[in-house]
C-alpha cells in the first residue's frame, strides 16, 4: 500500500486549486441554487447542476480514469481521488450524476458491449444523460437476488413488468439500469438479467416518495409492458447477477463519502463557534470538544481506509468486501456528527425552517434524518457487517439461503 501523493500529482493538485478558484463564482452560484432549490426552480438548479459538471469535464476534471476513447482522461485514479478531495475543500454541490459516474460508468467499462460504452459513457460525463438505479423491489432489498420483476424476450425487444421501489432521482434521471428476472425457472442468481432503460418509454411510470427529512429523494417505478431492446441487455442473458456484484461494490467504495463527512465536521465546527453555551461558545465545553476531536480522528481513520481501497485498485484489485467496512463506518460516523450537532444546538434543535428561532435553516435537522437512511441504502449495515463477517473475516455463515 503506497500512501504518497507523487510531485507530479501534487502539480496536478495544484493547477486544479488555482482553476477551481478562477471558477469560484460559478461555483457559488451552483452551490447555491442546489442548497435553495425550492419546487418552482428545481428545474434550473438541475439545468445549472448539469451544466457544472459539463464545465468540469470540458476543463478534464471528470472522468479521470476513464479511457479517452469515451471522453475520459486515461489518467490515474489517483488524479481522480485528488479531484474529488479538491471539489471537496471547496465545497462544491456533489456532481449530479454521481450514479453514472461511480456506479454504472465502471460496470460498462468492464461488462459492457464496445457499442454500449460509445453510447452511453461520454453522455455520463457530460451530465446530458442522468442515472437511475432500478435494483429494489417491495419484497427484494437485502435479498435482492428475490427479485420478481419479469422480462420476457419477444422479437428484438424485452418486455418487461413489475415493480421497483427506493429508486433515487428517479423522477429527474433520463436512464435507469435496472435488474430483471429473465428466467423463472432458474436458480434465483441464475435466472436475472442487467438492462439499460431510457425513462421516456411507454408503460414506465415514476410515483415520488417523501422521505423522514420531509424531502423527495426517491421514488416507485412501475412497469407495464415496458419494451426494452435487446441491444441494452448488458453482459450474458440471464448472467445480470455477477454484474450486479461489480455495480454494488463500486456503489461501496469511493472516497466521496469520507470527502463528505470532513465537510460536515467543518461546518459543524462552525456551528459549534455560534452557538452560545454558559458564558461561553459550544466549541469551548470540554465534552464537546472532546467528541469533535475524536469524530475528526474517525474521519482521517476512514480517509485512510479509502487510500487503501484505492491502493488495491490501482494495483488491479476490485474494491471487494472491504468496501463494505468503509460504507459501514462511514454511514454511523455520519449519524453521530448529525447527533452531536443536534446535542449543540439543545432545545432548538427541533425547531424547523419556518420558525424564526431556526438554527442555520434547519440544516442540521434535515442532515439528522438523512443519515439515517446511510445504514439503509446502497446495503444495510446489517448486510455489511455479514460481508464483513463472511469475506474480510473468513467466518462461517450465519444464515443459509
Ligand atoms: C436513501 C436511500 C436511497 C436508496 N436508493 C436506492 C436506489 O437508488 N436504487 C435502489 O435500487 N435501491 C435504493 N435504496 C434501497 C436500498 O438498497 C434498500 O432499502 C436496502 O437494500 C434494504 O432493503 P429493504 O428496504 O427491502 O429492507 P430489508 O431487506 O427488508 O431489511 C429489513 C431489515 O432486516 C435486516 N436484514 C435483512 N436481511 C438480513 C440478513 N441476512 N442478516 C441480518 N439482517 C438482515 C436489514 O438490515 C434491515 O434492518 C435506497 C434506500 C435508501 C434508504
Do not use: C, H, I, W
Given at each position: 500500500m503506497d500512501l504518497h501523493f507523487s510531485p507530479e500529482d501534487e502539480e496536478f493538485r495544484a493547477r486544479l486549486h488555482a482553476w477551481l478558484e478562477e471558477h469560484a463564482g460559478r461555483l457559488e452560484d451552483a452551490a447555491g441554487v442546489m442548497k435553495g432549490a425550492g419546487a418552482a426552480n428545481i428545474m434550473d438548479a438541475i439545468q445549472m447542476a448539469r451544466d457544472w459538471q459539463r464545465t468540469l469535464w470540458e476543463a478534464g476534471y471528470v472522468g479521470l480514469s476513464w479511457p479517452e476513447k469515451y471522453g475520459g482522461q486515461d489518467a490515474s485514479l489517483t488524479e481522480q481521488v485528488i479531484v474529488t478531495e479538491e471539489l471537496a475543500a471547496v465545497s462544491t454541490p456533489p456532481l449530479i450524476n454521481t450514479i453514472g459516474l461511480t456506479i454504472l460508468g465502471p460496470t460498462l467499462i468492464r461488462h459492457g458491449t464496445e457499442q454500449q460504452r460509445e453510447r452511453f459513457l461520454p453522455k455520463i460525463l457530460t451530465a446530458e444523460e442522468l442515472w437511475c438505479q432500478g435494483f429494489s423491489e417491495p419484497e427484494a432489498g437485502s435479498d435482492l437476488a428475490a427479485l420478481t420483476t419479469r422480462a420476457e424476450i419477444d422479437g428484438d425487444d424485452f418486455v418487461v413488468n413489475g415493480q421497483k421501489v427506493w429508486t433515487s432521482l428517479a423522477p429527474i434521471a433520463d436512464w435507469c439500469f435496472l435488474l430483471v428476472r429473465s428466467d423463472p425457472d432458474a436458480p434465483k442468481r441464475e435466472g436475472i438479467s442487467y438492462l439499460l432503460c431510457d425513462m421516456k418509454t411507454p408503460g414506465l411510470t415514476v410515483t415520488p416518495l417523501r422521505n423522514a427529512a420531509g424531502g423527495i429523494h426517491f421514488s416507485e417505478m412501475f412497469f407495464r409492458d415496458v419494451r426494452i431492446p435487446?441491444?441494452?441487455?448488458?453482459?450474458?442473458?440471464h448472467g445480470g447477477w455477477q454484474i450486479a456484484r461489480t455495480t454494488l461494490e463500486h456503489e461501496r467504495s469511493g472516497l466521496s463519502s469520507v470527502l463528505a463527512l470532513e465537510q460536515n465536521l467543518a461546518r459543524l465546527r462552525r456551528t459549534a463557534s455560534n452557538i452560545a453555551l454558559g458564558d461561553g461558545r459550544a466549541i469551548d465545553d470540554q465534552a464537546i470538544s472532546r467528541e469533535l476531536a475524536q469524530l475528526w480522528i474517525e474521519v482521517e481513520g476512514l480517509r485512510h481506509l479509502g487510500y487503501r481501497t484505492l491502493s488495491d485498485q490501482i494495483a488491479g484489485r476490485p474494491?471487494?468486501?472491504?468496501?463494505?467496512?468503509?460504507?459501514?463506518?462511514?454511514?454511523?460516523?455520519?449519524q453521530r456528527i448529525t447527533h452531536l450537532a443536534l446535542k449543540i444546538e439543545g432545545p432548538l434543535a427541533p425547531v424547523t425552517k419556518k420558525s424564526p428561532h431556526v438554527v442555520e435553516r434547519g440544516r442540521w435537522n434535515a442532515a439528522y434524518f438523512d443519515a439515517l437512511g446511510h445504514s439503509i441504502g446502497g446495503g444495510t449495515s446489517e448486510i455489511q457487517r455479514n460481508t464483513i463477517a463472511e469475506r474480510v473475516l473468513g467466518l462461517p455463515r450465519s444464515v443459509q439461503d
Open positions: 435487446r441491444a441494452n441487455l448488458v453482459g450474458d442473458l474494491p471487494g468486501a472491504t468496501a463494505s467496512v468503509g460504507k459501514l463506518f462511514a454511514a454511523q460516523l455520519r
